[in-house]
């Protein structure tokens, strides 16, 4: 295409161009709600889940107490507004567990007061090899920006185990 004709057009669509909507590039990125758990098991436990060839399942649940803006239907029963939850499975031996956040609802963050997100984890076995969980493990819940600055620790022994 020639020069002129190159600028013609350009000059046509400038003025139109310019009222199109801001484009996504320009929308703030997506906040980071990811974590990581660390998962150890006492040998007793690890044994028992390598005899029956039992994983681990690690549950993540977003969820920050409501604000103003939170429309009442988002608001559970328990007062909270819900963002999502995410689950990775572990072998059975124990492991890091990357918690990416991606499933979290970040478009609500300004649903939650001062948008501070909280997260519930829990471990367990995920139930492969047997119906019931057969392991006690420490709980994590905090607000998403501890969780973020190391590995969180979750030390899991057999249910019952001493």
């Known amino acids: 295409m020639h020069r002129l004709a190159k600028s013609l057009i350009a000059a046509a669509l400038g003025p139109s161009l310019m009222l199109l909507p801001a484009a996504a590039a320009a929308a703030p990125p997506a ?13 007793k436990a690890a044994a028992k889940l390598a005899e029956i060839h039992e994983k681990i399942k690690v549950s993540a649940y977003w969820y920050g107490e409501p604000s103003k803006s939170a429309p009442k239907r988002e608001i559970s029963e328990v007062g909270q507004v819900v963002l999502g939850s995410e ?4 072998p059975g ?3 890091v567990a990357t918690i990416t956040g991606k499933t ?3 478009d609500h963050l300004d649903w939650l007061l001062n948008r501070e997100v909280s997260v519930n984890v829990n471990v367990y076995t995920a139930r492969l090899a047997d119906k019931n969980n057969l392991l006690d493990c420490e709980l994590v819940e905090d607000i998403i920006v501890k969780l973020q600055t190391k590995p969180n620790p979750v030390k899991c022994k057999l249910i019952g185990e001493k």
Request: hydrophobic share 45%.
């Open 31 to 43: 906040p980071n709600l990811g974590f990581v758990v660390q998962v150890s098991l006492t040998p």
């Open 87 to 90: 689950d990775v499975q572990l």
């Open 93 to 95: 031996s124990g492991g």
């Open 104 to 106: 979290a609802r970040a």
